[in-house]
């Protein structure tokens, strides 16, 4: 009877990433390698950065040996989901602006910023008045 393999998603994989509970992805596995973090030739902290991302090239640049590569199939728990994210759906948005409230966001707009014209207006005033006193 064959075995269920169970597929990760690589938050979930990323999600282990302390030293009691340690998760690697390689080649589109998912190991859980907790237990062999003080075994590691290379360092317990080789394998913590390796958590949350695709690690296949450093493994491979490690250049591991034909053993590593039988040990580590013992710690193997699942399979990286490999489906493409969904590609989200465009919302399609007419080009003809509501023209319906308009008159109303004028009206709430020059209620809100009142100051500005009267401050423009008020200063227009009082410097025509003093020019025209002057004169």
């Known amino acids: ?42 360092g317990d902290d080789v394998l913590l950065r390796a958590t949350g991302k695709d690690a296949t090239d450093e493994f491979e640049d490690a250049g591991h040996s034909k053993t590593a590569r039988e040990l580590m199939e013992q710690y193997c728990i699942g399979e990286l989901d490999q489906t493409p994210p969904p590609i989200p759906e465009l919302e399609i948005v007419s080009k003809k602006q509501d023209l319906k409230g308009l008159p109303q966001k004028v009206l709430n707009f020059s209620k809100q910023y009142w100051v500005v014209p009267v401050t423009v207006v008020g200063l227009s005033v009082v410097v025509g008045f003093l020019y025209l006193r002057k004169k």
Do not use: F, Q, R
């Open 1 to 42: 009877m064959p075995t269920l393999t169970k597929i990760y998603t690589m938050e979930e994989a990323s999600e282990h990433n302390t030293k009691d509970d340690c998760w690697v992805v390689i080649d589109g596995k998912v190991y859980d390698v907790s237990s062999y973090l003080d075994e590691h030739p290379g």
